[in-house]
Nanobody, 121 residues
Framework: QVQLVESGGGLVQAGGSLRLSCAASGSIFSINAMGWYRQAPGKQRELVAA???????NYADSVKGRFTISRDNAKNTVYLQLNSLKPEDTAVYYCAASDRLLRGEPQFDYWGQGTQVTVSS
């Protein structure tokens, strides 16, 4: 089992920045990837960014060049740096972890409680 705790959300003006943190605990040795998802009101949850245990990253097209995912293995923490924020980035952001693969793809079975990011225009 893996436990995830997010922090760092808040209210920011358009063009501003935030950094989200996700601290992992439990069976962290089994984690093969971690990701950040978001869900806006009335919309489906979507993958924002992910990072594998090997350090490979991928991003949603809508955030490329503005968001950066990184990790600190010593602290068992993954970060999401959000720059040049837009009102459409407003959502609840969730941290997720995978400890298994299905057809080579990480399966995010563990979730944090979510943190609200609100971007005002």
């Amino acid at each position: 089992q893996v436990q995830l705790v997010e922090s760092g959300g808040g209210l920011v003006q358009a063009g501003g920045s935030l950094r989200l943190s996700c601290a992992a605990s439990g069976s962290i040795f089994s984690i093969n990837a971690m990701g950040w998802y978001r869900q806006a009101p009335g919309k489906q949850r979507e993958l924002v960014a992910a990072i594998t245990s090997g350090g490979s990253t991928n991003y949603a097209d809508s955030v490329k060049g503005r968001f950066t995912i990184s990790r600190d293995n010593a602290k068992n923490t993954v970060y999401l740096q959000l720059n040049s924020l837009k009102p459409e980035d407003t959502a609840v952001y969730y941290c997720a972890a995978s400890d298994r693969l299905l057809r080579g793809e990480p399966q995010f079975d563990y979730w944090g409680q979510g943190t609200q990011v609100t971007v005002s225009s």
